[in-house]
């Protein structure tokens, strides 16, 4: 995805087929929005976005929280 790509899906939020996290979440809260996805036809999990709509990235992404 272009990070113009990325600005847009942002700006259009969350809907059905896309969820934004903040940070890296427990495996098993994973699985329930993989299973959501699979249910509707599909998604995007978009990691590293802020609540405010803000790029912030993630830290060290091999660490379990």
Known sequence: MELSELR???RRWE???TEFKLETI???DLSAEMVGFANA???QLIMGVS???Q???LGDVDVLR
């Open 51 to 53: 609540e405010e709509r």
């Open 8 to 10: 847009d899906q942002i």
């Open 26 to 28: 427990h495996p098993d």
């Open 55 to 57: 790029i912030v990235g």
């Open 15 to 17: 809907d059905l087929h």
């Open 41 to 43: 036809d599909g998604g």
